[in-house]
Nanobody, 128 residues
């Protein structure tokens, strides 16, 4: 069973930074695109960013462009989301998902991926 585990969430002040990690167990990530999504209370899950299996292509939602950076280290079987200049509206549970490359390359993160492979989420709270 493919398992993804997110970590790195926490409480940070506006303008601060966090780095989230998405690690895989029982399989290797290097053949999957990875997407980051987030869900705030009362809202639908929305896409944040995705990265192709090779790391050569990345896509960002307009709301995080220029502030967040997605990267991957296939040797460590981990994908990262560096979040800078955090805003209160970035507060949400952040999830990673694994899917074939075309999910990211063709669809980006416009809508939630129809994937069976999701992590359990990590809470990010931006508050003063």
């Amino acid at each position: 069973q493919l398992q993804l585990v997110e970590s790195g969430g926490g409480l940070v002040q506006p303008g601060g930074s966090l780095r989230l990690s998405c690690a895989a167990s029982r399989f290797t990530l290097d053949s999957y695109a990875i997407g980051w999504f987030r869900q705030a209370p009362g809202n639908e899950r929305e896409g944040v960013s995705c990265i192709s299996s090779s790391g050569g292509s990345t896509i960002y939602a307009d709301s995080v462009l220029g502030r967040f950076t997605i990267s991957r280290d296939n040797a460590k079987n981990t994908v990262f989301l560096q979040m800078n200049s955090l805003k209160v509206e970035d507060t949400a549970v952040y999830y990673c998902a694994a899917a074939p490359d075309y999910y990211c390359l063709l669809h980006g993160v416009v809508r939630r991926w129809e994937s069976d492979y999701w992590g359990q989420g990590t809470q990010v709270t931006v508050s003063s």
